[in-house]
């Protein structure tokens, strides 16, 4: 495929012919029990889907979909200006790749090797103006650590999300992203429920507020949790010193039937707002999904499973492509709504 034939409907039907019994590429990906990635619960093991019956990540995106978007156009002409500010950098859009491993499982090198996958997120992250984040499983090592090199690759532009290793290890790896310049490091404290972890033996442990506050206190950088569906673990989080929050369910893969993120968000924001940053995923496929968790009071979205099938689909190329393409979507829906900036974005854009 030439850069000039590529558009994203092209690089979705390439990553449906690679993930062929993996992933659906349907127009709604929404974990719903009759798409081919789910079926965890009758024995199958964890793919592309969400745990058990798949009600958490269905959630995610039933909870979405029930938020109305208010049109408001009366007023001066305007292109909405969608730049973020992230610890200091100015991006170009509050949307970030999420943080996801093991998509070699998925099929090996003929879907995409672990390096290329980690190359095409950072990369193409930063081709469209913002940061790809890099993830962990059981493949990953201290040595063997595809996302920190990726993040070298890209100057430091990108963040690295540890599993909930024991203390030294994480540490190590937090050491290791500090030296490649990332723009944040931290630990998806929900991973103690990974199944890839489990079903490899690979330790993973909860943490408690002592070992975030160890973890905080280890690094020079940022430290962001991941993982947080209520709002004691959010408090217990911000106590700690993170300097982020992901209100996230891992796009419900560790726990069967917790609510939708955006259900959860409000009651946070209502209490975190202005003390930590909230940063949210699951479920989000367009800037229109994201303009409403923006209006709840999230400051900026990570996006899953849209990235594996735009860097398995086209590489570097074609998660420029998916960002970009969520950056005009975000556009249009605050044009619409009558946000001329991020600033502008509030509660009262939703009905
Ligand atoms: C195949 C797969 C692998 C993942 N691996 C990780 C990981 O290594 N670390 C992590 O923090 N989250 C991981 N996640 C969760 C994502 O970071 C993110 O929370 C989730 O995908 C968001 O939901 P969405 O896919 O519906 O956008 C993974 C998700 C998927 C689908």
Redesign the pocket.
């Known amino acids: 495929m030439t850069l000039e034939e590529m558009t994203l409907t092209k690089v979705r039907e390439e990553a449906k012919k690679k993930l062929m019994g993996v992933c659906g590429v349907y127009k709604i990906c929404d974990g719903d029990a009759m798409r081919i990635c789910q079926g965890q619960s009758y024995g199958r093991p964890l793919g ?1 889907g969400g745990i058990g019956s798949g009600a958490s ?1 269905n959630n ?1 995106v039933l909870a979405l979909k029930k938020l109305k978007l208010k049109m408001k156009t009366i007023g001066d002409h305007f292109e909405a200006d969608t730049t973020y500010d992230f610890f200091g950098r100015e991006l170009s859009m509050p949307i970030m790749g ?6 070699n499982s998925f099929g090996g090198e003929k879907v995409i090797s672990e390096k290329e996958f980690c190359r095409s997120v950072v990369l193409g992250c930063k081709d469209a103006g913002t940061i790809g984040w890099r ?3 059981y493949t990953y090592s201290l040595d063997e650590s595809y996302g920190i090199d990726a993040i070298v690759e890209a100057n430091g532009l990108g963040v690295k ?1 540890v599993k909930p290793r024991e203390q030294k290890v994480i540490i190590d790896f937090f050491k290791k992203a500090e030296k490649a310049g990332s723009v944040a490091v931290g630990v ?1 404290i929900d ?1 103690c429920g990974s199944y890839a972890m489990a079903t490899h033996n690979k330790p993973v442990f909860n943490k408690n507020f002592d070992d975030l506050k160890e973890l905080v206190s280890s690094t020079t950088l940022p430290v962001i949790i ?1 993982g947080i569906m209520s709002l004691d673990d959010a408090v217990a989080a911000k106590d700690a010193g993170a300097a982020a929050i992901v209100v ?1 369910n ?2 419900g ?1 560790v726990l069967d039937h917790t609510p939708g993120t955006v259900e959860v968000l409000p009651e946070i924001v209502a209490e975190l707002e202005g003390k930590t940053r909230i940063i949210i ?4 496929r367009t800037g229109y999904d994201i303009l409403k968790a923006l209006a709840l009071g999230a400051e900026s979205v ?5 990235i ?1 099938r735009a860097a398995v689909g086209a590489g570097i190329e074609g998660v420029r492509l998916q960002m970009e393409h969520l950056q005009k979507t975000l556009a249009k829906a605050m044009k619409m709504t009558n946000c001329k900036d991020l600033t502008e974005v509030n509660r009262f854009i939703l009905y």
């Open positions: 592309f990540f995610n999420a943080s996801i491993a093991g998509i993830g962990d499983t999300i998806d991973g991941k996230s891992h796009g893969r995923d699951g479920g989000f990570l996006i899953g499973r849209d594996v």
